[in-house]
């Protein structure tokens, strides 16, 4: 172990370093408790001996420090001090310390308590890592190994929030084995368990990057997460999958389809992330794999998310039309207007997803936009953002009752800064 010793005294640093040396441990020395704390950043220790007698920080206030900053990581600490009354063994173990010595130490106790603490310290690496280990297998499928639908959720999501920030396209495949049911009536459940794993295995060797995410959607359904992959790439993997499962050559004479085990797959690819969620891309996946079902099987459908979100422009200058649109017209239908009468007619018949007023437009210093908006029931709930050089305006405030919901964005702002509230709206 590394063992670190927090001593002032030079003479019973040069004992007890000895002492750890002797008992086959490496010693570490600290002179005072900010030297502890300083030595405690960057390197790990096992074991920690404090004098609680010392100038500045004492043992206690130190090991107060030490419990603060190294968290839910448990280190044993053991307070070496010359008093003995139940008061300084009280406040040592309130402190954080796990045992207690009087001075003069002598070898043999130091040894001792030395291994004690050892066979600890060892007792909780082997828990943590058991915990590591059940933590693992709480992530994965029991029979493929892969991330159980759970997992693969939580995961998804995440690459998922990554992709609306960077607005990097997104494709999701839903994988079924074909005619699965006749197989494992057939063959049986064991057989039926050899070639899940088999196609498992053969899904794996078309997803060549570490960021792809595998997943068991069900008993004979996978899905795949692949972050930064266009349409063509999800075509490409799509029927890599379908030729790997067929080249496992699997006997199944119960196929409407083939001699042997084939697969559906159904995809989809959203090229621009903003206004959709992934729930929408897994159910266009899903769509699609339903599509190939009843085609005949055998094959991969991936197809687009086409839909882009509507958003609506209300700016009366060419130059605050140009400050919202830019950003967006790569990531969503553009329309704009600039009188509020047209404001009302547009979302009354298109029903945009979003609409962006800019605050400033000399034809809404009246804010009739707003209140003619409130009393459509059309319009009424269509969320709103706010553009403005002062948002926080009582009469901008009170006009905006009864819509909803409503964003804020203050000038000036980022494109990234608009396309965020326009998401969180959308959302």
């Known amino acids: 172990m590394k063992i670190l010793l927090v001593e002032d005294s030079a003479t019973l640093r040069h004992a007890m370093s000895q002492y750890i040396s002797e008992a086959g441990h490496t010693p570490l020395i600290a002179r005072s408790g900010e030297e502890a704390l300083q030595l405690l950043e960057d390197t790990p220790v096992d074991l920690i001996i404090m004098d609680v007698?010392?100038?500045?920080?004492?043992?206690?206030?130190?090991?107060r420090l030490i419990r603060e900053w190294l968290g839910g990581h448990w280190v044993p600490i053991i307070f070496v001090t010359g008093k003995n009354e139940d008061e300084s063994y009280r406040?040592?173990?309130?402190?954080g310390g796990d045992d207690y010595l009087i001075k003069?130490?002598?070898?043999v106790i130091i040894k001792a308590k030395i291994r004690a603490m050892a066979r600890i310290a060892e007792m909780r690496d082997q828990l943590n890592q058991l915990n590591a280990e059940l933590e693992a297998l709480s992530q994965l499928d029991s029979l493929t190994q892969i991330l159980n639908r759970r997992t693969f959720n939580d995961q998804a999501n995440q690459h998922w929030r990554l992709a609306v920030r960077h607005q990097t396209p997104t494709s999701v495949l839903m994988i079924d084995v074909d005619h699965f049911k006749p197989?494992?009536?057939?063959?049986?459940?064991?057989?039926?368990d050899r070639c899940l794993k088999q196609i498992t295995q053969a899904i794996k060797g078309c997803l060549q990057r570490p960021s792809d995410l595998l997943g068991r959607y069900g008993g004979e359904e996978f899905i795949a997460l692949l972050p930064e992959t266009d349409l063509a790439g999800a075509r490409h993997i799509g029927q890599c999958i379908n030729r790997a499962v067929r080249e496992l050559s699997l006997e199944h004479r119960?196929?409407?389809?083939?001699?042997?085990?084939?697969?559906?797959?159904?995809?989809?690819?959203?090229?621009?992330?903003?206004?959709?969620?992934?729930?929408?891309?897994?159910?266009?996946?899903?769509?699609?794999?339903?599509?190939?079902?009843?085609?005949?099987?055998?094959?991969?459908?991936?197809?687009?998310?086409?839909?882009?979100?509507?958003?609506?422009?209300?700016?009366?200058?060419?130059?605050?039309?140009?400050?919202?649109?830019?950003?967006?017209?790569?990531?969503?239908?553009?329309?704009?207007?600039?009188?509020?009468?047209?404001?009302?007619?547009?979302?009354?018949?298109?029903?945009?997803?979003?609409?962006?007023?800019?605050?400033?437009?000399?034809?809404?210093?009246?804010?009739?936009?707003?209140?003619?908006?409130?009393?459509?029931?059309?319009?009424?709930?269509?969320?709103?953002?706010?553009?403005?050089?002062?948002?926080?305006?009582?009469?901008?405030?009170?006009?905006?009752?009864?819509?909803?919901?409503?964003g804020w964005l203050k000038r000036p702002f980022s494109a990234a800064e608009l396309r965020t509230k326009v998401q969180m709206l959308l959302d």
């Open 53 to 63: 007698e010392m100038p500045g920080l004492n043992g206690f206030e130190t090991t």
């Open 183 to 192: 197989y494992n009536d057939h063959y049986g459940h064991p057989a039926g």
């Open 254 to 406: 119960h196929s409407p389809v083939g001699d042997c085990v084939t697969v559906s797959i159904g995809g989809a690819t959203c090229h621009h992330s903003m206004g959709h969620t992934l729930e929408e891309v897994i159910k266009c996946a899903d769509r699609a794999l339903y599509r190939v079902k009843h085609k005949g099987r055998d094959s991969a459908l991936i197809e687009e998310v086409a839909t882009h979100k509507t958003v609506l422009i209300v700016a009366q200058g060419g130059d605050q039309t140009r400050e919202i649109s830019e950003p967006l017209q790569q990531h969503c239908n553009i329309l704009t207007t600039d009188t509020a009468e047209e404001c009302l007619e547009i979302a009354s018949d298109v029903l945009p997803d979003v609409i962006i007023s800019d605050g400033e437009s000399a034809f809404a210093e009246d804010h009739s936009l707003f209140r003619l908006l409130a009393r459509s029931t059309k319009s009424a709930s269509t969320p709103i953002l706010v553009v403005s050089d002062d948002p926080e305006r009582p009469d901008l405030l009170s006009d905006l009752e009864g819509l909803g919901p409503v």
């Open 104 to 107: 003069p130490v002598s070898p």
């Open 91 to 95: 406040e040592g173990i309130e402190a």
